[in-house]
């Protein structure tokens, strides 16, 4: 018997692969799912529980599988008792919120190693740009950009010879988001 409660967690929410109903059958997996997070709710059920046909429950399941959310298998020694399992979704996407702006992107190479060094790639240049504004934003454009070692070593070089400018010098430095953006370091 399902919960009262769904849960739909932001990755989900603001991914851009799923359309509306493959999120809210995702979220309607949550509140059949057990302490585990196992659901045995069966195509019947999700069709009678949004009055659609039993291709389109499972061409949503299809989805959401296909997009690594959640795994199905189907035990014939039981009978074809399928079970749905919920995935940890760190994989899939990343999404931040700043100002009331939702921002959603892909974790670069599909895996949350990466990210993890990206972010600490990302701290490395935080810890010396001069303009500490917009920090959302700047991991934001950091992470779209995944650059490599050399890359960033590039662009470390050219934060440090622009610091001594006399354009940054006088206070006229942009927001490292508009830098990466731009490209700054390719001037």
Request: hydrophobic fraction near 35%.
């Amino acid at each position: 018997m399902p919960n009262k409660y769904s849960i739909l967690p932001a990755e989900i929410r603001y991914n851009p692969n799923f359309n509306f109903g493959e999120k809210v059958m995702y979220a309607e997996i949550t509140a059949c799912a057990d302490e585990n997070g196992v659901c045995t709710a069966t195509n019947e059920h999700f069709s009678h529980a949004f009055d659609k046909s039993t291709k389109w429950v499972s061409n949503s399941l299809t989805s959401l599988k296909q997009n690594g959310c959640i795994d199905v298998s189907i035990s014939k020694s039981k009978g074809n008792y399928r079970e749905i399992r919920i995935l940890p979704l760190e994989r899939i996407i990343t999404v931040s919120v700043e100002n009331d702006n939702v921002y959603a992107f892909e974790v670069p190479h599909g895996n949350a190693t990466s990210l993890q060094s990206n972010q600490s790639n990302f701290e490395r240049l935080w810890s010396i740009y001069p303009n500490q504004s917009e920090r959302e934003r700047a991991e934001i454009a950091f992470l779209e950009l995944s650059p490599n070692a050399d890359l960033l070593d590039k662009i470390i070089t050219d934060v440090e010879i622009r610091k001594t400018s006399d354009e940054w010098l006088s206070g006229n430095i942009p927001y490292l988001c508009n830098y990466l953006a731009k490209r700054k370091w390719e001037r």
